[in-house]
């Protein structure tokens, strides 16, 4: 059975194996990569260091960078296996609200069309109604099937699909 953990250093071997799966420089949506964009994540210490930046940002005491909202980071996991990664923003920003939303969430390739994605959202869904948190919005690219459907099965209602700067995308709130 999946779970949902915080992200740890327990993992590094299977988080780097997922990492290959990917194109080089694929956007993973929910991983917080981008808290570490230049980073080797391949050394020890400096994946440490990401993991522990990860679990800061959902501290509200910490003030964080520009453009950063806080967000709460989970691995999604099976046994010693990393599969995945969702996170929930806190609140939203400009660029959030036209094209981030609230919940990213991204599969590794080999892990996909299993499911994962539609479980973890849903069970973000029960920590987002613990933030206060009375709807909330995820947004997915127009050609992103999978994702749509996952969204959709977990109360999704589209509100419109809009060109960005990220490119096109669908924007679904869901009501909590």
């Known amino acids: 059975m999946p779970e949902l953990i915080t992200p740890t250093v327990r993992l590094r071997s299977s988080w780097l194996e997922a990492r290959d799966e990917w194109p080089p420089g694929a956007h993973q949506d929910g991983t917080g990569l981008r808290l570490a964009p230049e980073a080797d994540l391949g050394s020890p210490e400096v994946f440490s260091d990401w993991v522990e ?7 509200t005491s ?3 960078g520009e453009g950063r909202v806080h967000a ?9 296996s990393y599969l995945g990664a969702i996170d929930l923003r806190h609140y939203l920003n400009a660029f959030l609200l036209d094209v981030g939303g609230h919940i990213g969430y991204s599969i590794r390739p080999s ?3 299993c499911g994962l994605a539609t479980w973890a959202l849903g069970a973000v869904l029960s920590e987002a109604r613990a933030l206060g948190l009375e709807r909330v ?3 997915c690219d127009d050609d992103n099937i999978g994702s749509a459907r996952s969204i959709e099965g977990n109360g999704g209602v589209l509100e419109d699909a809009r060109t960005t700067d990220a490119g096109l995308k669908r924007r679904y709130w869901i009501t909590l």
Not at 53 to 59: N, S
């Open 137 to 139: 919005l995820v947004t």
């Open 111 to 113: 892990a996909r069309r």
């Open 72 to 80: 709460t980071h989970w691995w999604i996991v099976e046994g010693d």
């Open 62 to 64: 910490i003030a964080l």
């Open 53 to 59: 930046q990860l679990k800061q940002q959902a501290d």
